[in-house]
């Protein structure tokens, strides 16, 4: 596709399931990053992927959180033990690099609910 | 601590006054840009800024790097309701790749 896209769009679980959030990026784009939102707030980083590189991973909230990016493209967000403070909505980006700087492109976000 | 700190986080205003957002840090940075995010989206890009000193109008917005390639501003002039959303300034630091993003100004601009 030519933006982002994630899926799925919106994800109700139970306390203490797992969750698996999916991120195709954008294609040709090196850097991935996934962030958590929420209501009326600003972004909350959670890892960044570039490349081959060993990823980002210093805004992870916990161990339950662990991403990975397969092949350089898709990624997935897992979640484990979902607590009800992990209701969110989880967006991702990716990104190329230009002489004038990053621009990023987002998804359209997973809202997630935990109940 | 935050990288990037914007100010006000909210602000509230009437249609036609004007406003400016800040985005301010103690680090040096390649490039700094601003986006906005309106519900149920993903942030999308409004401009990016390369030179310190650097000032981009688009439209009614103003936007400029400092000169020192620490802070930006966002200025808007006769604010409308369709200027409502989430403001979030990024950057990308000197030597690096990364695209950090600031704290974020919701607005709300009211008839």
């Known amino acids: 596709g030519a933006g982002v896209s994630q899926s799925p769009s919106n994800k109700v679980t139970e306390k203490g399931k797992d969750v698996e959030l999916r991120c195709d990026p954008i294609?040709?784009?090196?850097?991935l990053y996934w962030y958590r939102q929420s209501l009326g707030q600003g972004l909350e980083f959670l890892i960044y992927?570039?490349?081959?590189?060993?990823?980002?991973k210093s805004g992870l909230p916990s161990d339950r959180f662990s991403a990975e990016r397969t092949g350089g493209s898709v990624s997935t967000l897992t979640i484990q033990r979902t607590q009800q403070e992990d209701s969110a909505v989880y967006l991702c980006?990716?990104?190329?690099?230009?002489?004038?700087?990053?621009?990023?492109?987002f998804g359209q976000g997973t809202r997630l609910t935990v109940v | 601590t935050q990288l990037l700190e914007q100010s006000p986080q909210f602000l509230s205003i009437q249609e036609g006054e004007n406003l400016t957002v800040y985005c301010n840090s103690s680090?040096?940075?390649?490039?700094l840009q601003w986006y906005r995010q309106e519900p149920g989206e993903g942030p999308v890009l409004l401009v990016t800024?390369?030179?310190?000193?650097e000032v981009k109008k688009l439209k009614r917005l103003t936007f400029q790097f400092g000169d020192a390639r620490k802070d930006s501003s966002l200025h808007i002039t006769a604010a409308q309701p369709g200027d409502t959303g989430l403001y979030l300034c990024?950057?990308?630091?000197?030597?690096?790749?990364?695209?950090?993003f600031g704290t974020g100004t919701q607005l709300k601009v009211e008839l």
């Open positions: 980006a990716s990104s190329s690099f230009g002489i004038s700087g990053t621009e990023a492109f």
């Open positions: 990024a950057g990308v630091r000197g030597g690096g790749n990364k695209l950090t």
């Open positions: 680090s040096v940075f390649s490039s």
């Open positions: 800024v390369v030179t310190g000193g």
């Open positions: 294609s040709g784009h090196t850097a």
């Open positions: 992927f570039q490349g081959n590189s060993a990823p980002d």
